[in-house]
């Protein structure tokens, strides 16, 4: 088959091209900007590069033509950004524009990659496929996500979109740039002042996993319209701290702070990094801990039954991503 992917170039589709790359004889077109470190490893994978990007909409259609699948993973993952038009412009705006050109040039198959995230914290827990969406959102992030999500199910059920939608649940492993791996890495290195939200509790994955899920979800025949959580490992933040500790032999930060003194000192550091358009120190941003704060607790069986994935214990990902902070 011939597969269009968004967003090769980041820490989920890159392990998504990589496992296409090894295991299956598929034509790869990849989207890229245009000043993309990473192109290069991609031709070297093999892959077709399309310079564009998902906010612009010829990019898309000239990648897209000709092709038979897509796979979507492109998307702003970040909890502050100096310029907050951003999440609308890729997770809102860039998803519409990337459903609309697979409509336009009739692909058979799209799999979306959305967050469990955009569910906020439903009556449910932990909570499946089938359960309601919670009322709220913690995060720019989860809000905008979650509003690329209604496009995409709008368009399945009046234009007849033939997706298939993943929400990973929080995402490890090695080469993770983001929100979890700069944690994994300011507890190894010693950088947190303290540790917070003892009592939060969040469902990791490895990406690895995510990817296996995404491809598996691609190739299996007759679910278009399908929801998988990707997700496993439910776990306290006191105990992930713990394993990351005796993992890594790093020591905890010796002080906790309550949860309301870490939600005043977000606030406060948002404040100053709205003004120096600096990120806010360990994090601290307001939606960072927020999401932190309020968790999530993800039941991602069924990708294990009609996915036949299974998931990689937790402790890999941390090791593997604790081994890439050392060298």
């Known amino acids: 088959m011939k597969i269009f992917i968004t967003g090769a170039t980041g820490f989920i589709g890159n392990k998504v091209l990589n496992q296409l790359c090894l295991g299956s004889e598929h034509e790869l077109i990849c989207l890229v900007r245009k000043h993309s470190e990473a192109s290069e490893c991609l031709k070297n994978l093999g892959a077709n590069l399309i310079i564009g990007d998902v906010t612009n909409k010829e990019s ?8 038979d ?84 199910w709008e368009l ?42 003892d009592k939060a509790t969040l469902t990791w994955v490895h990406v690895n996993d995510v990817a296996e899920a995404i491809i598996k979800a691609l190739e299996k025949p007759d679910n278009i319209g399908e929801k998988y959580f990707i997700g496993k490992h439910i776990m306290l933040l006191s105990d992930f701290n713990k394993m990351v500790s ?20 977000a606030y406060f550091f948002t404040g100053i990094s709205k003004l120096i358009k600096i990120q806010p120190p360990w994090g601290m941003s307001v939606d960072q801990m927020r999401m932190m704060k309020e968790g999530f607790v993800v039941d991602g069986s069924k990708a294990e039954k009609e996915l036949e994935l299974t998931y990689t214990p937790v402790s890999d990902a941390i090791e593997e991503e604790i081994a890439a902070h050392h060298n």
């Not at 009046?158 to 700069?182: F, Q, T």
């Not at 005796?246 to 000192?265: C, K, Q």
Request: hydrophobic letters at 40%; a positive charge; proline letters at 6%.
């Open 246 to 265: 005796e993992i890594s032999g790093a020591h905890l930060p010796v002080m906790h702070m309550p949860d309301f003194l870490s939600m005043a000192g």
């Open 60 to 67: 898309i259609l000239k990648g897209m033509k000709g092709c």
């Open 69 to 152: 699948w897509v796979i979507h993973v492109a998307g702003l993952y970040s909890f502050w950004e100096s310029n907050t038009d951003r999440y609308k412009q890729v997770n809102i705006d860039g998803t519409r524009n990337v459903m609309e050109c697979a409509l336009e040039t009739n692909i058979s198959k799209i799999v979306h990659v959305s967050s469990a995230a955009v569910y906020g914290k439903p009556g449910d827990s932990p909570f499946t496929e089938k359960s309601k969406i919670g009322p709220v959102r913690f995060s720019k992030y989860a809000q905008t996500k979650y509003e690329g999500d209604q496009i995409v």
């Open 156 to 197: 399945h059920e009046k234009k007849g979109l033939p997706v298939v939608v993943i929400y990973p649940a929080a995402v490890l492993g090695a080469g993770d740039p983001k929100a979890s791996g700069r944690y994994v890495s300011d507890l190894v290195h010693k950088r947190l002042p303290a540790t917070v939200f």
